[in-house]
C-alpha cells in the first residue's frame, strides 16, 4: 500500500521559527557571497539607512583590509544618506575620534526577498565598510573621552549625538577611546545652511534653538553631548520618563526649563554640564573651550 504523505503549505514565518539561527546565518552569508573576502558573522542592527553588519575578512585574502569590520548596507535606490556619509568620512579620515571607513562597493544581490528585510534577488546593493567597534556605547568612561567628541568639528555638525553613536575602541593599555559614529544625519554647513526646514536628529537631544527656529549648528551638538553627560551620569534620560514626542518638544522649546543636573556629582561636572545646557545657543560653550575644561582635562 502506498504510504500517505501529508502536505502543508509552508510560510515564510514558519521556515525562520523552524530553522532559527541557522537560517539566520545562511541568510548572511548569502547577502554577502559578492564580497568573495569576507565572511559575514552576524547582524548588528537596524538604522534609519540601512542595515548594519559584523563581517570577518577571509585569512587567505590580503586585499589591504583589517580582520573585523562592520558594513553598511542599503538598497542601492536608497543609499543616498550612506554615499553622502562616506564623503563626510573622507574629510574627516585623519581624525583619531572618528571611526574609520575603509570604503565601499556596489554589488547584485542573489538573494530572495524576506519581510525581515532581506533585498529582491539581482537587486543592486551599496555598502560602505566601517570600523568595528567592539566595546559598544558610550559608558562610564564619558570622564576620560568626551573630549574626543569634537574632533569632527571640521565645518560638519552630526545633527545626532546621543550615546548610541558614540563608540568605545579598546586602547592597548585597556582604556578606551571614543569615537563618533553615523554621519548619516550630518550637516555639511560649506555646502548647507545652519537653518534648514528638516529637522535632523533624536529628539530628546535636540535643543531649544532646533525645535524653535530649525537652527542647527556646532552649538546644538554641545547641547546634545550635555544630555548624554547627564543621562550617562543619572542612568536615566536627561528630560526623564512619562512624556510623549510632541510633549517634550514643547517643553524643551518653549520653556525656561533644562534638564536637571544630578546632585550627586562633582561640582566640575555640574559646571561642565551647565555649560553645555545654557538654552541661550550664543552663551552656550564652545568645544575648544570644552576640551580645557578641568572635568575633563585635570589628570586623575
Known amino acids: 500500500m502506498k504510504k500517505l504523505t501529508k502536505t502543508t503549505k509552508t510560510t515564510k514565518s514558519a521556515i525562520l521559527k523552524r530553522r532559527g539561527y541557522s537560517y539566520l546565518k545562511q541568510y548572511w552569508q548569502k547577502k554577502f ?5 569576507l565572511e559575514c558573522k552576524r547582524f548588528l542592527g537596524r538604522g534609519s539607512f540601512g542595515s548594519v553588519y559584523f563581517v570577518r575578512r577571509k585569512p587567505s585574502k590580503n586585499d589591504g583590509f583589517p580582520e573585523e569590520m562592520a558594513v553598511k548596507t542599503a538598497k542601492m535606490s536608497k543609499a543616498s544618506t550612506l554615499r553622502y556619509e562616506k564623503r563626510l568620512f573622507s574629510i574627516l579620515k585623519s581624525s583619531p575620534y572618528v571611526i574609520r571607513c575603509y570604503g565601499d562597493q556596489e554589488t547584485e544581490e542573489d538573494v530572495g526577498g524576506y519581510s525581515f528585510g532581506a533585498f529582491n534577488k539581482g537587486e543592486k546593493i551599496y555598502k560602505l565598510f566601517l570600523e568595528f567597534c567592539s566595546g559598544g556605547s558610550l559608558n562610564d568612561y564619558i570622564k576620560k573621552s568626551v573630549n574626543g567628541c569634537f574632533h569632527a568639528n571640521e565645518g560638519i555638525v552630526h545633527c545626532d549625538i546621543k550615546p548610541d553613536n558614540i563608540l568605545l575602541v579598546p586602547r592597548n593599555d585597556h582604556g578606551f577611546t571614543a569615537k563618533i559614529a553615523d554621519f548619516g544625519l550630518s550637516k555639511d554647513l560649506f ?3 545652519e537653518e534648514s526646514p528638516d529637522i535632523r536628529g533624536s529628539y530628546r537631544y535636540m535643543s531649544p534653538e532646533i525645535i524653535m527656529e530649525g537652527l542647527q549648528t556646532f552649538s546644538a551638538d554641545i547641547w546634545a553631548l ?3 553627560v547627564v543621562e550617562m551620569m543619572s542612568g536615566e534620560p536627561a528630560w526623564g520618563y ?7 518638544l514643547k517643553r524643551i522649546g518653549y520653556t525656561s526649563e533644562v534638564p536637571e543636573i544630578p546632585n550627586n556629582i562633582s561640582e566640575d561636572a555640574k559646571d561642565f554640564v551647565s555649560k553645555c545646557l545654557n538654552r541661550c545657543s550664543i552663551f552656550r560653550c564652545r568645544a575648544l573651550d570644552l576640551l580645557e575644561h578641568p572635568f575633563i582635562s585635570e589628570e586623575d
Do not use: M, W
Not at 557571497?33 to 573576502?37: D, E, Q, Y
Open 226 to 228: 550635555g544630555c548624554v
Open 242 to 248: 512619562g512624556l510623549g514626542r510632541k510633549k517634550l
Open 191 to 193: 555646502l548647507e545652511s
Open 33 to 37: 557571497r559578492n564580497s568573495s573576502f
